[in-house]
């Protein structure tokens, strides 16, 4: 055990005693065991897609997951399929949240063929030194989204395809190499500690305060923070692996998936639909911008975003707690914020009384526009773990001249209007996350005869924050129409 797991368990044991008994499948050894036992005969409980898909990322060890919702045989036919893209530090279960709750089940209905991507790190997408079982409880769905292998499985329902696509188009089947876990570094111990160690008091002076103010058993947060700090402890292991940015899912992650989709679905122009939210809009914004750029083909028949700009700078968004991390030395002590572990312990204080941090609902969903329990769902399902150094270069859009790449040198926003696609730009009235005006800001930057801009929400109500353009209880009677009409407008080959 290295000093870092060591003092790890020391910040959970000093806060809550001693830890819960772990399985004896965590150790890197036996977790290699079950990865060679285990059964793919079925898609994880967590996939509620027709079909699991698996797509290898060239020159990386990363495999992303793609769920897959195939249009019934009624449902009108379509020229190009469709790829959702999700918001950072999240997976598709955003797009699936329930029956009644699914933009992905309603655009297949609609006939598109309708395909939602993980980026890595996200949801199901899986690295070849990953070897975790997919477990249903919120903090494993949250930290642990890797499935324990990965075999060819063919069935009506719930099909696993664990084949990879070359840029050429060429379909390989692949074995996954057993390889050791990854070591963390030594160079970052003292850092990741300390920050460790100062979210642990700063969570428990929380818990502590509001278990004074409210004679209320708070066992199941103390449970869910033992455990999120278990699932972190155990991601250590790999945590230098998470050292990607947002270039690394525009120039790898993005067309390896786009190649995949087009491979398979076989439109006859080779291009797709695309809907981005949030983050998934700015990487479909900015692949425009550098096809543009290039003078080259994106493969996009037409795109809509919902809630996405290159550039925050004129609105007030609440993403701009995201500066502090522009300090690199700051970023560098933690490589990784594991977004999922935080919303999982904080969400009960902001779900029950005294309500001490009630406005994190408002930066997902405005007043009565979500049933409680699926926001719940929502919270501890869809959020994951990310590297800082994406953070770190989504800040750049807080600054003059907006998003830019890694290098600081190319600004996605100065080239936006010379992409010839249809763009569909969304917002919501209350989405605070990203604004009307920030929303627009890239909009107003679009030739007007390819732009379609809409803003959702009425002063009397229904009002749209950040997630309910996708997912609130009025999206399905107001804003898919919206998109399927234009999708509708743009589907001729």
Same mark, same amino acid.
């Given at each position: 055990?290295?000093?870092?797991?060591?003092?790890?368990?020391?910040?959970?044991?000093?806060?809550?005693?001693?830890?819960?008994?772990?399985?004896?499948?965590?150790?890197? !050894?036996?977790?290699?065991?079950?990865?060679?036992?285990? @059964?793919?005969?079925?898609?994880?409980? +967590?996939?509620?897609?027709?079909?699991?898909?698996?797509?290898?990322?060239?020159?990386?060890?990363?495999?992303?997951?793609? #769920?897959?919702?195939?249009?019934?045989?009624?449902?009108?036919?379509?020229?190009?399929?469709?790829?959702?893209?999700?918001?950072?530090?999240?997976?598709?279960?955003?797009?699936?949240?329930?029956?009644?709750?699914?933009? !992905?089940?309603?655009?297949?209905?609609?006939?598109?063929?309708?395909?939602?991507?993980?980026?890595?790190?996200?949801?199901?997408?899986?690295?070849?030194?990953?070897?975790?079982? %997919?477990?249903?409880?919120?903090?494993?769905?949250?930290?642990?989204?890797?499935?324990?292998?990965?075999?060819?499985?063919?069935?009506?329902?719930?099909?696993?395809?664990?084949?990879?696509? @070359?840029?050429?188009?060429?379909?390989?089947?692949?074995?996954?190499?057993?390889?050791?876990? %990854?070591?963390?570094?030594?160079?970052?111990?003292?850092? %990741?500690?300390?920050?460790?160690?100062?979210?642990?008091?700063?969570?428990?002076?929380? %818990?502590?305060? @509001?278990?004074?103010?409210?004679?209320?058993?708070?066992?199941?947060?103390?449970?869910?923070?033992?455990?999120?700090?278990?699932?972190?402890?155990?991601?250590?292991?790999?945590?230098?692996?998470?050292? #990607?940015d947002l270039d690394d899912y525009l120039e790898d992650d993005l067309p390896a998936v786009i190649?995949?989709?087009?491979?398979?679905?076989?439109?006859?122009?080779?291009?797709?639909?695309?809907?981005?939210?949030?983050?998934?809009?700015?990487?479909?914004?900015?692949?425009?911008?550098?096809?543009?750029?290039?003078?080259?083909?994106?493969?996009?028949?037409?795109?809509?975003?919902?809630?996405?700009?290159?550039?925050?700078?004129?609105?007030?968004?609440?993403?701009?707690?995201?500066?502090?991390?522009?300090?690199?030395?700051?970023?560098?002590?933690?490589?990784?914020?594991?977004?999922?572990?935080?919303?999982? +312990?904080?969400?009960?204080?902001?779900?029950?009384?005294?309500?001490?941090?009630? #406005?994190?609902?408002?930066?997902?969903?405005?007043?009565?526009?979500?049933?409680?329990?699926?926001?719940?769902?929502?919270?501890?399902?869809?959020?994951?773990?990310?590297?800082?150094?994406?953070?770190?270069?989504?800040?750049?859009?807080?600054?003059?001249?907006?998003?830019?790449?890694?290098?600081? @040198?190319?600004?996605?926003?100065?080239?936006?209007?010379?992409?010839?696609?249809?763009?569909? !730009?969304?917002?919501?009235?209350?989405?605070?996350?990203?604004?009307?005006? !920030?929303?627009?800001?890239?909009?107003?930057?679009?030739?007007?005869?390819?732009?379609?801009?809409?803003?959702?929400?009425?002063?009397?109500?229904?009002?749209?924050?950040?997630?309910?353009?996708?997912?609130?209880?009025?999206?399905?009677?107001?804003?898919?129409?919206?998109?399927?009409?234009?999708?509708?407008?743009?589907?001729?080959?």
């Open positions: 055990m290295t000093p870092l797991h060591s003092d790890l368990r020391a910040i959970a044991r000093f806060s809550f005693g001693p830890l819960p008994r772990r399985s004896l499948l965590r150790s890197p !050894a036996l977790l290699r065991q079950a990865s060679r036992s285990s @059964s793919t005969t079925d898609t994880p409980s +967590v996939c509620t897609a027709d079909e699991l898909h698996y797509v290898r990322v060239p020159n990386s060890d990363w495999k992303l997951a793609l #769920w897959r919702y195939l249009p019934p045989a009624d449902a009108p036919k379509r020229n190009h399929p469709l790829l959702l893209l999700s918001g950072v530090g999240t997976n598709a279960i955003g797009y699936d949240l329930s029956p009644d709750s699914s933009f !992905a089940r309603h655009m297949c209905a609609q006939g598109f063929d309708t395909w939602t991507m993980e980026v890595r790190g996200a949801g199901l997408s899986t690295r070849v030194v990953d070897f975790k079982d %997919i477990s249903t409880t919120p903090t494993s769905n949250l930290l642990s989204e890797n499935l324990a292998s990965h075999k060819n499985y063919d069935g009506q329902q719930g099909v696993i395809a664990s084949q990879t696509q @070359s840029f050429s188009g060429q379909d390989s089947s692949e074995t996954l190499t057993k390889r050791d876990l %990854i070591p963390v570094s030594e160079d970052n111990n003292s850092g %990741i500690v300390s920050q460790l160690r100062d979210l642990s008091r700063r969570l428990l002076d929380i %818990i502590e305060e @509001s278990q004074k103010m409210v004679p209320l058993p708070f066992t199941t947060l103390r449970e869910r923070f033992v455990s999120t700090i278990e699932e972190f402890h155990d991601r250590l292991d790999v945590i230098d692996s998470y050292d #990607w190649n995949y989709v087009r491979g398979h679905s076989r439109p006859r122009d080779g291009k797709l639909h695309a809907v981005g939210h949030s983050m998934g809009g700015i990487l479909l914004y900015a692949i425009l911008s550098k096809c543009g750029f290039e003078r080259e083909d994106s493969g996009f028949a037409s795109i809509a975003t919902l809630g996405s700009s290159l550039d925050y700078t004129s609105s007030r968004s609440s993403l701009k707690w995201l500066l502090p991390l522009a300090n690199p030395a700051q970023a560098f002590k933690v490589p990784v914020i594991p977004l999922g572990g935080l919303m999982a +312990v904080t969400f009960p204080l902001a779900a029950r009384p005294p309500y001490f941090m009630s #406005w994190l609902n408002s930066q997902i969903s405005a007043h009565d526009m979500m049933e409680p329990e699926l926001l719940e769902k929502l919270v501890l399902n869809n959020f994951c773990t990310v590297p800082s150094k994406l953070l770190l270069q989504l800040t750049t859009a807080f600054y003059d001249g907006g998003l830019r790449d890694r290098s600081g @040198s190319f600004l996605y926003k100065d080239h936006i209007a010379k992409s010839n696609v249809p763009i569909l !730009a969304i917002a919501g009235d209350q989405d605070l996350v990203c604004p009307p005006e !920030a929303v627009y800001e890239t909009a107003k930057l679009i030739p007007p005869h390819l732009l379609k801009y809409k803003v959702f929400g009425e002063p009397g109500g229904p009002h749209y924050a950040h997630y309910d353009i996708v997912g609130g209880r009025m999206a399905a009677v107001q804003v898919y129409p919206c998109i399927v009409d234009f999708f509708n407008q743009h589907d001729y080959v």
